[in-house]
T-cell receptor, first 112, second 113 residues
Framework: AQSVAQPEDQVNVAEGNPLTVKCTYS??????LFWYVQYPNRGLQFLLK??????LVKGSYGFEAEFNKSQTSFHLKKPSALVSDSALYFC??????????FGAGTTVTVRA | KAGVTQTPRYLIKTRGQQVTLSCSPI?????VSWYQQTPGQGLQFLFE???????NKGNFPGRFSGRQFSNSRSEMNVSTLELGDSALYLC????????????FGSGTQLSVL
């Protein structure tokens, strides 16, 4: 069975500093990896996905993620964080059976 | 294009009752999946439907069920409600099966008293 781990419950950064949200995964087949963001009282919004190809994936709102097969990681990054990036971030993995598993989520707080 | 619509937005029920939640996917989307979100358990997969067929099911008791209609609209039902069923229930749709992104609704907040 697949699983996703987000080792940090919270990440706090100052505006303008780099932001990294960590994710590691475990899946038996090919990993199909996703990042979603949830703003307060809203549903989840897609940020980016990795299916195959280039290990560096670029997504919405200036976010990118790096797929590392040897470390089974898919960390989310943003070079310069904004206060508006404060939200709950979820990493997810979908296996060959189309079942999607989410990590526990990481709360990002960007201070002005 | 309208997004994923979930109704009702809020529900209050008592233990032992049953509840039906509705989800209208984005027009043209044929896959609908349901998730339960709670502070303690995070996001947990309930089930996924594609062309009226349940393609996948999570680890939830049989009290949780769902269905999809020919117009791709989906409902989920929870019978014999328990206090632990209080959660935000999220519906998501996508064009086809596979690996493209999901579009989520704002959810139905269910409170069981």
């Amino acid at each position: 069975a697949q699983s996703v781990a987000q080792p940090e419950d919270q990440v706090n950064v100052a505006e303008g500093n780099p932001l990294t949200v960590k994710c590691t995964y475990s899946v038996s087949g090919n990993p199909y990896l996703f990042w979603y963001v949830q703003y307060p009282n809203r549903g989840l919004q897609f940020l980016l996905k990795y299916i195959t190809g280039d290990n560096l994936v670029k997504g919405s709102y200036g976010f990118e993620a790096e797929f590392n097969k040897s470390q089974t990681s898919f960390h989310l990054k943003k070079p310069s964080a904004l206060v508006s990036d404060s939200a709950l971030y979820f990493c997810a993995v979908r296996d060959d059976d189309y079942k999607l598993s989410f990590g526990a989520g990481t709360t990002v707080t960007v201070r002005a | 294009k309208a997004g994923v619509t979930q109704t009702p937005r809020y529900l209050i029920k008592t233990r032992g009752q049953q509840v039906t939640l509705s989800c209208s996917p984005i027009s043209g989307h044929r896959s609908v999946s349901w998730y339960q979100q709670t502070p303690g358990q995070g996001l947990q997969f309930l089930f996924e439907y594609f062309s009226e067929t349940q393609r996948n099911k999570g680890n939830f008791p049989g009290r949780f069920s769902g269905r999809q209609f020919s117009n791709s609209r989906s409902e989920m039902n929870v019978s014999t409600l328990e206090l632990g069923d209080s959660a935000l229930y999220l519906c998501a749709s996508s064009l086809e099966k596979g690996y493209e992104k999901l579009f989520f609704g704002s959810g139905t907040q269910l409170s069981v008293l």
